[in-house]
């Protein structure tokens, strides 16, 4: 029986046309899944420069940018983005004031405090926060949160601010709560166990060395909720109202850009109107402050990264 040494058995074993031609197909095969996101990514910012050009052939771009009034389907149409800007963004504010403390708080006494069965109880119902449709959290801030906060400030109107950013809130804690967790979980024992050599409480070592050495992976997740709270749909077109509101009130109805799109695609405008049209400039302005979330966390990310 012949006798091969390693190499001479590869050799032999790449021979086979069978072998060969899978070799040579797999990455192609693999270079087509990736161009898939690829394509569709390019795909869709065509579609929404495209659309958005259009409109602007139709409404002054300062009018849009400048202007502070919104009524897309009044007689005499408005087109201010200002007022669907302050309506996310207020939705936002609220969420990310609400959603860190709780978020970061979850996160360290998970990775610092918790015993592995309290841990193993807490993060499948961090899940399941993360898995619950966003249309039930929309009627739970509906339908309770906001009944509540009214029995608090009857001055409140039924469509406000407040419930549904404390209910979006809510549904990013998970985000915040899991990815600060794995960054301070990263952290390695080694510091942890010279703070308390030096004769750190557990808080100070918190506060002191595991906090500053994860900072930039918590800074991400922040970053990342932010544009997650930018995007919510369905939460804010129940419970928030469709009144475009520039004011600073959070006891007001008001409509943010996620809305905005709703009302529109859900058969309120015919097509080819400006109306229509003014979805994709919508839609633009929400990717373009997306887009720039995704940069910021990136750059937090490689700025801050401390490496063990």
């Known amino acids: 029986m012949s006798e091969y040494n390693i190499r001479e058995m590869i050799d032999k074993k790449k021979g086979k046309s069978g072998n060969a031609a899978i070799e040579k197909a797999v990455p192609i095969i693999l270079l087509i899944i990736t161009l898939v996101s690829v394509l569709t990514t390019i795909g869709i910012l065509v579609t929404l420069l495209t659309e958005t050009v259009m409109f602007f052939t139709r409404v002054s771009p300062i009018e849009f940018l400048t202007s502070t009034e919104w009524s897309a389907f009044s007689s005499d149409p408005q087109w201010g983005i200002f007022a669907l800007i302050m309506g ?76 549904p ?35 750190s409480t557990r808080l100070e070592m918190v506060l002191k060395v595991v906090l500053p050495a994860a900072v930039s992976g918590i800074m991400a997740s922040i970053v990342l909720a932010v544009s997650r709270a930018i995007g919510e749909t369905m939460i804010v077109s129940i419970a928030a109202g469709s009144t475009p509101n520039g004011s600073l009130n959070l006891m007001e109805s008001l409509q943010t850009m996620t809305g905005f799109i709703v009302q529109v695609a859900s058969g309120d405008a015919t097509y080819g109107t400006d109306t229509y049209f003014s979805l994709y ?12 979330m995704n940069i910021i966390a990136q750059w937090f990310s490689r700025k801050f990264r401390e490496e063990y």
């Open 165 to 199: 950013g404390l209910v979006v809130g809510v549904m990013i804690i998970p985000m915040i709560a899991s990815l600060s967790e794995d960054a301070m979980s990263a952290v390695p024992n080694s510091m942890r166990e010279g703070a308390l050599g030096l004769g």
């Open 281 to 292: 400039a919508v839609g633009m302005t929400l990717f373009v402050f997306t887009l720039l």
């Open 88 to 163: 996310t963004l207020k939705i936002t504010a609220i969420a990310i004031v609400f959603a860190v403390p709780v978020g970061l708080g979850a996160a360290i006494y998970l990775s610092e405090y918790a015993s592995d069965r309290i841990r193993r109880l807490v993060k499948p119902v961090l899940e399941i926060l993360a898995g619950i449709p966003t249309v039930v959290y929309g009627f739970f801030a509906l339908t309770f949160v906001t009944p509540l906060i009214r029995g608090i400030w009857p001055e409140v109107n039924l469509f406000n601010a407040i419930s």
